[in-house]
Nanobody, 119 residues
Framework: QVHLVESGGGLVQAGGSLRLSCRASGSIFSINAMGWYRQAPGNERELVARIITGGTTNYADSVKGRFTISRDNAKNTVYLQMNSLKPEDTAVYYC?????????????WGQGTQVTVSS
């Protein structure tokens, strides 16, 4: 069993910064990719940023230049540094991972962490 646990959400004023963390734990053989999605009320869940083995990253256009995803492989942890936050960044942020357990790779979600940006 694998668990993803997020932390670092909260309330911040527009223009401020937050750093989200997500740690994977359990019977992990390897991690292929980890990332962040978000879901605002009434909207579908959308990709924010993702990082794959080797360090290749991709970002939603709406966060390019403001958010940075990084990964600490030794800690099985992915981070999302969010700068210049806007009210439209308000959402529940979910961590995800494509994680190999034994001979198979599975997709996992974290429980989510709320980010609220006030204007």
């Amino acid at each position: 069993q694998v668990h993803l646990v997020e932390s670092g959400g909260g309330l911040v004023q527009a223009g401020g910064s937050l750093r989200l963390s997500c740690r994977a734990s359990g019977s992990i053989f390897s991690i292929n990719a980890m990332g962040w999605y978000r879901q605002a009320p009434g909207n579908e869940r959308e990709l924010v940023a993702r990082i794959i083995t080797g360090g290749t990253t991709n970002y939603a256009d709406s966060v390019k230049g403001r958010f940075t995803i990084s990964r600490d492989n030794a800690k099985n942890t992915v981070y999302l540094q969010m700068n210049s936050l806007k009210p439209e960044d308000t959402a529940v942020y979910y961590c995800d991972g494509d994680i190999r357990v034994g001979a198979h790779t599975y997709h996992y979600w974290g429980q989510g962490t709320q980010v609220t940006v006030s204007s």
